[in-house]
């Protein structure tokens, strides 16, 4: 497969990661908005992300995908209120992303599924996330408007909306008319596209009634169905469950009329097949809010290269669409037999069900010495609750092999080999306690591990810049390979035994891999040290690896990434010693900055995108550290709600621009290892109005009481504003008046020809603030709403 690349785009496999120099910062994948890709369209995606750098590559692996980039990355994009205080404010704090927009073309023959993104730069490479190809049009959900006062209409059902929770309590709500009497269902998926949304939705009637309610705790999605009246509009109203809020926080809301198939019985079907088959689900009978099941005949087809049948049939409620497994062997349904266990033909799978009287399932099968053979036991995968486990006993009624949740499922995989002939017990159980349900069936499979040759390579291999090649250990540690070395892994079928001969394509400039690279014979991997020329390129390149056997050749890809070291670094000149500050004004914290590998320049020092705990707003724009100069003080503003009861914490980054090898300038980053604290006590300053809304009478000029509260450690003028950003980038001044020292109230005068008497009812801002020159020192604000007849 080849790669397109565009700002240098790829999709790969989970990531293989290798340590970053001292506190070198790698960018992160954030989210992506929309992730939905429609076939045969052309759509403007903003993907999100940490510690993106004007230089940073973006990489996608599928040719029939064209990326064009249009728009650098923008500005941090830090939260504005409401924050987490209390108890909830130790929670991990959201990282700070920058957005790029980007135009995503899918041509239409390209079928559904996930397509997978990663980013680079000269300081690492992100794990990937995934982006899916789907053949119909999502909705978007609205920018511009109060989702809590104003639900969006939603399009004709089916229908899916693609949506945001950018705030903490933050509830999107939609209307819908149902096009029939009958049901519903509605699903939410997020955990695939961004950080993940634990949701939680209430469907309301025309009378407010509670229809139907569902919430997320285990973070797997979540699907309700329930009943309906044709021609009546209901109300559906998402949150998450602890009403967290971040851009990061997309879903996917879909809408779909009819009955709705939970699970099949069996579970899967053999290629070439015609066999009787349960459907489990709601409504399918009586098309009533309730588990029933019906009984169809279905041929599957003998097509090898389908994983699934995808079913479209008549129920007596309606039409309902499944998918269905196909495998090549016998699909059973369990039979029991009180006091024994069913037996199974090797290879075969049984679909089972477990009632509320057991909590396991027992099977017997003959396997002779030295046979292999994988377990499987499915059940979040074929639509079951289960969380199940295996075991295999032999004669002896001992343990052999087990296994619970595998690849981050519920569901259990153990590869097993007989070390003698005999007859071996299966065991099946589950944890969850949903056993006793229509739905708690689960499906075991055996079946031989797979023989054919396989080559395996890591998806990223890292080096820095100006290193030597690494060293080969004698012995390999895997998750601990050195950086800069490439092992390369094949499974060999039985019979193969000659040299594997490998050939690398692709490499960055200035990268280079040693000659005639072979895997000899008996050997199962090798490992390839990559080195960089003084001239090497510090651009990531997808590479691929060829390797040439019997029947042809087979090939993998992976991304190799030359890294640059960082060449500053910055650290608190009190490191994590508290410094008593003030809620309101703003701390000079200073900081030492120091300059590695030789380098002299300036330096520019901004927050960091991953934050040591939650902000609550407090916030310093970027600096910059003039060559020559070390110790520096960055300006931190404090909100006045800062919570006191706590430190607040604040990490930094340096950020330095040098040139690679071949003149191309990169943008290189590095995370303070320490981090500036602060002892927070109460506001120094602070504003209020007697009159927190007002009326403005036609061809009236209006005056506003303020007041001004100051410590007495504070003994200045104190300037309020009352500012409007209704339209503006920027906030607009509309009046302001100066409180000298000696008094504490004043009178603001708006003229009466003012354009904020013709917008009907405003909301401004009262700001106070205490400074020495442009030094602002105190800061304090309150809202004031303007209401124009």
Known sequence: ?????????????????????????????????????????????????????????????????????????????????????????????????????????????????????????????????ELLVTDSHDAIEEELRSSNDFPQQLPTLPCTMFGQLKQKEEVDQYRFVSPVDGLVTCSVNSHRFGFGINAAIMIRDE?????????????????????????????????????????????????????????????????????????????????????????????????????????????????????IPMSDHAELIEQREEGKPQSVVLPGAVTGRLDGAEHHDVYTFEAVKGEEWDINV????????????????????????????????????????????????????????????????????????????????????????????????????????????????????????????LEIEGLPDGTTAPDNVVIPAGDSFVAIPLSTSH???????????????????????????????????VRPLYPDAGRTVHRGAKYEAPVVVSRIEDFSGGVSLQMAARPDRVSQGIFGAPISVPAGVGQVNFPLFLPEWVQIDRTSRIVLNTVVEVPDPQGAVRTLVNRMKQRITMNVEGTLLSVSTSQHEVTAQSGQSLAVPVQVFRSPKLRRDVRVTLVSQHGQADPLEVASVVIPVEQTSAVLTIPQDHSVFKQGETVLKLKAVAAEGTNVIAMSSTPLVIVSP
Not at 72 to 96: E, I
Not at 246 to 251: D, E, K, L, P
Not at 489 to 500: A, K, T
């Open 207 to 323: 009378a407010g009634t509670l229809v139907s309610d569902a919430a997320d705790t285990e973070g797997l999605g979540l699907r309700t169905t329930f009943a309906v009246k044709s021609g009546e509009e209901y109300l559906v109203t998402l949150s998450d469950i602890d009403y967290r809020g971040n851009r990061s926080m997309v879903y996917r809301l879909s809408l779909e009329a009819g009955p709705r198939v939970v699970a099949t019985v069996p579970a899967a079907g053999q290629r070439g097949a015609t066999q009787k088959v349960t459907l489990i689900g709601y409504g399918l009978e009586t098309g009533a809010p309730l588990i029933e099941s019906v009984e169809c005949e279905i041929t599957f087809p003998e097509d090898a290269a389908s994983a699934q049948l995808d079913i479209e049939l008549d129920v007596p409620a309606g039409t309902v669409r499944h998918q």
């Open 535 to 569: 001239l090497a390129s510090s651009y990531a390149s997808l590479v691929t690896v060829i390797c040439t056997v019997p029947d042809g050749t087979v090939s993998q890809q992976l991304l190799v990434a030359p890294l640059m070291k960082p060449r500053a670094n």
């Open 378 to 501: 499915a059940a979040r995968t074929i639509g079951s609750t289960l969380d199940v486990n295996v075991a295999v006993v032999d004669v002896n009624g001992k343990t052999v092999a087990s296994a619970d949740d595998v690849n981050g499922s519920t569901d259990a995989f153990v590869r097993f080999k007989a070390a003698a002939e005999a007859i071996y017990t299966v065991r099946v159980a589950d944890v969850s306690g949903r056993q006793g349900k229509p739905a708690s069936i689960y499906r075991v499979s055996f079946t031989r591990p797979k023989s054919s040759f396989k080559l395996i390579v890591p998806d990223l291999v890292e080096l820095m810049l100006g290193e030597p090649p690494p060293e080969i250990p004698k012995k390999r540690q895997k998750g601990k390979e050195p950086r800069g070395l490439l092992y390369v892994d094949i499974f060999r079928p039985p019979g193969f035994e000659q040299d594997v001969k």
């Open 1 to 129: 497969m080849k790669a397109r690349i565009l700002f240098r785009l790829c999709v790969t496999v989970p990531l293989f990661l290798q340590a970053t120099v001292q506190c070198q910062q790698p960018p992160t994948i954030g989210y992506a908005f929309p992730a939905t890709l429609p076939a045969g369209s052309s759509i403007d995606v903003q993907l999100g992300g940490y510690d993106w750098t004007p230089d940073t590559q973006f990489f996608v692996l599928d040719e029939r995908v064209e990326v064009e980039v249009l728009s650098p990355p923008g500005k941090m994009l830090f939260p504005g209120p409401p924050h987490w205080f209390g108890p909830k404010a130790g929670n991990k704090a959201f990282m700070v992303p920058r957005e790029v927009t980007v135009r995503v073309t899918i041509p239409e023959d390209m079928p559904p599924g996930p397509v997978s993104w990663r980013v680079a730069n000269a300081n690492g490479v992100s794990p990937p996330l």
